[in-house]
């Protein structure tokens, strides 16, 4: 159990240093592969050791081996939380295949995450990869298709409806997907809870920026929902059958 954690926490890190590349090269239409991993500064090719996941960047100080710039934290951080969700989910599930899943997911709607409230735009590539996964996240595969196109057609009209109300777009269509992917990795009961509780934590956002002409993401804060309800599932069964019996 200990090994099996230890290689999903080792591949999260791999991983996370890859989300790196999709996060910055996806928005700008840049190829993922060509060229290889530079510095953005100087354009020098790095060395091998200068892309070990989170070390790296500790190793060189924060700083670009040749030009001496600042390396952007976003990189370490990003490596560690993918990372640091592999091995949550593996805590949570103890199954090596849904844990890769499933981590998989969760670090897919992180980057997706980062590059909403960086560009205000949402890849469909990696929102309909995040998607794809979280049908495959358990052994009800035909069910996590049911559930996902059941949210993914009631976002579509709550879309219609509070756009209608507010007279200007409220939600997105990477939000529907979003909502998909809610609805596949967690069922109907505890995927009203998520969309319930990124309300309450978009809330206070929302209400500091009322009368400020500003764009807020709303995905942020479905994936942090998402995150918790998934991994608190007990506890929001329990909250959502006193709620509704």
Same mark, same amino acid.
């Given at each position: 159990?200990?090994?099996? *954690? ?7 890190? #791999? &991983? ?7 996060? #910055? ?11 290889? /991993? ?17 070390? /790296? ?37 103890? %199954? ?11 670090? +897919?709607?992180?980057?997706?995450? +980062? ?8 890849? %469909? /590539?990696?929102?309909? @990869?995040?998607?794809?996964? *979280?049908?495959?996240? /358990?052994?009800?595969? #035909? ?26 777009? *409220? ?12 609805? @596949? ?27 400020? %002409? ?10 942090? @929902? #998402?995150?918790?309800?998934?991994? &608190? ?13």
């Amino acid at each position: 159990m200990v090994v099996e *954690a230890g290689i999903l926490v080792l591949f999260g890190l #791999l &991983f996370g240093s890859f989300l790196n590349v999709l996060i #910055l090269r996806i928005p700008k239409e840049e190829s993922i592969v060509f060229p290889g /991993s530079h510095c953005t500064s100087c354009n020098n090719k790095l060395k091998w050791w200068h892309n070990i996941p989170l070390f /790296s960047w500790l190793i060189l100080g924060g700083k670009c081996h040749f030009c001496k710039d600042k390396i952007s934290i976003q990189y370490p951080i990003i490596e560690f939380l993918t990372a640091l969700l592999f091995g949550l989910v593996y805590y949570k599930l103890e %199954d090596v295949t849904y844990s890769f899943i499933v981590g998989l997911v969760f670090a +897919l709607l992180l980057a997706l995450s +980062l590059i909403d409230i960086r560009y205000k735009a949402v890849p %469909d /590539s990696l929102n309909l @990869a995040a998607l794809t996964l *979280a049908v495959f996240a /358990s052994s009800a595969i #035909l069910t996590n298709i049911t559930n996902a196109l059941l949210y993914a057609g009631g976002f579509a009209l709550l879309r219609f409806y509070v756009s209608y109300i507010v007279k200007k777009e *409220a939600l997105g269509e990477a939000d529907i997907m979003i909502a998909a992917t809610i609805g @596949a990795m967690l069922g109907l009961k505890l995927g009203v809870m998520a969309i319930f509780l990124s309300a309450i934590i978009a809330l206070p956002v929302f209400i500091i920026i009322k009368d400020r %002409d500003l764009e807020v993401p709303f995905i942020p804060f479905l994936t942090v @929902a #998402l995150f918790i309800v998934y991994m &608190f599932d007990g506890f929001f069964i329990e909250v959502f059958e006193k709620m509704y019996g």
